[in-house]
Structures are given as structure tokens and as C-alpha cells.
Nanobody, 124 residues
Framework: QVQLVESGGGLVPPGGSLRLSCTAS????????IGWFRQAPGKDREGVSCISGRGVVTYYADSVKGRFTISRDNAKNTMYLQMNSLKPEDTAVYYC?????????????????WGQGTQVTVSS
């Protein structure tokens, strides 16, 4: 069964850190483009960070540059989003996604598989 399972969300105070994980099963992440997206209440889903299958292209939304880092561990079939210096405006449901082809860090085009989403809340 093809699946992406996310973990690592939670409640963190402003300035804190979280690391989201997304583990694939039923297929291997090798050469897939990977991406992290988020959706805040009342807002459209937005691309946070993506990296192409061979790592040639890496994208970060301006709002997270210098604070978030995307990575992958193919041996563990897992992708990560390290989030530092978190702000209240980072509060959202975060989703991982993978695609055989990378066009852009946007859900305006199809991604092959999506995780179930994990809630991140930044609040004191």
C-alpha cells in the first residue's frame, strides 16, 4: 500500500523548533521530487519548501527562508522539514507530498502522493 505518514507536529512557543518527518511506504523516495506544504485556517494551501528529485532545484517560500530546512534520507525512505525560529504565523496543517516530476513548489499541478497532514501550532 502506497502511503506517506507524517509525524512531528505539535504545540511550540514562538522561537521554538520542530522537525517534521514523512516516511514513505509501498514505494521508494529515490528520485522523487519532495515537498512540504501548509494550510492555515481560512487560507489557501501554499508551498513551503520543495526539492527536485536529483536535488538540483531547491525552493523555499520567502516567509521561511533561513529558518526552515528540507532534507531527505533515502536509506530511511523519509523526508524532513526542520523548522527553527518558529513564529505564530507558521501555525498551519503541514503536508508532505512527492512527485515523479518537479514543475514547481505549488499544488496547482498534481503531486503523486500526499501525507495526511500534521498540525503545527506556534503559541505562547
Amino acid at each position: 500500500q502506497v502511503q506517506l505518514v507524517e509525524s512531528g507536529g505539535g504545540l511550540v512557543p514562538p522561537g521554538g523548533s520542530l522537525r517534521l518527518s514523512c516516511t514513505a511506504s509501498g514505494f521508494t523516495l529515490d528520485y522523487y521530487a519532495i515537498g512540504w506544504f501548509r494550510q492555515a485556517p481560512g487560507k489557501d494551501r501554499e508551498g513551503v519548501s520543495c526539492i527536485s528529485g536529483r536535488g538540483v532545484v531547491t525552493y523555499y517560500a520567502d516567509s521561511v527562508k533561513g529558518r526552515f530546512t528540507i532534507s531527505r534520507d533515502n536509506a530511511k525512505n523519509t523526508m524532513y522539514l526542520q523548522m527553527n525560529s518558529l513564529k505564530p504565523e507558521d501555525t498551519a496543517v503541514y503536508y508532505c507530498a512527492v512527485s515523479r516530476t518537479y514543475l514547481s513548489c505549488s499544488d496547482s499541478h498534481p503531486w503523486d502522493y500526499w501525507g495526511q497532514g500534521t498540525q503545527v501550532t506556534v503559541s505562547s
